[in-house]
């Protein structure tokens, strides 16, 4: 399975960006497809999934400013990240998971800063 993630880069407070993470690979169903970060110092964090079915989570930290969506058919997961601050600063992982496993993309740097 290989996870190919794009789009991070540096951003003025404010400022927005957009992560695309594309799945291939996988022969089982993706049921989960989602974003987590990693701040230097920190735990990994969740940023957002969204199911098979759609449903969707979001931490606290990012509720109202992040958006996330998946194309089914191209098995491709985005998030849109609006007004970001200094403190979304880290590195954002894609991730995958079906019912006993899970892949994690290599991850791209986010930095927010003026």
């Known amino acids: 399975v290989q996870l190919v993630e794009s789009g991070g880069g540096l951003v003025l407070p404010g400022g927005s960006l957009s992560l695309s993470c594309a799945a291939s690979?996988?022969?089982?169903?993706?049921?989960?497809m989602g974003w987590y970060r990693q701040a230097p110092g920190k735990q990994r964090e969740l940023v957002a999934t969204?199911?098979?079915?759609?449903?969707?989570n979001y931490a606290d930290s990012v509720l109202g400013r992040c958006t996330i969506s998946r194309d089914f058919a191209k098995d491709t997961v985005y998030l849109q990240m609006n007004n970001l601050k200094p403190e979304d600063t880290a590195i954002y992982y894609c991730?995958?998971?079906?019912?006993?496993?899970?892949?994690w993309g290599q991850g791209t740097q986010v930095t927010v800063s003026s």
């Open positions: 991730k995958i998971s079906g019912a006993d496993w899970q892949y």
């Open positions: 690979g996988s022969s089982s169903s993706i049921s989960i």
């Open positions: 969204i199911s098979r079915r759609g449903s969707l």
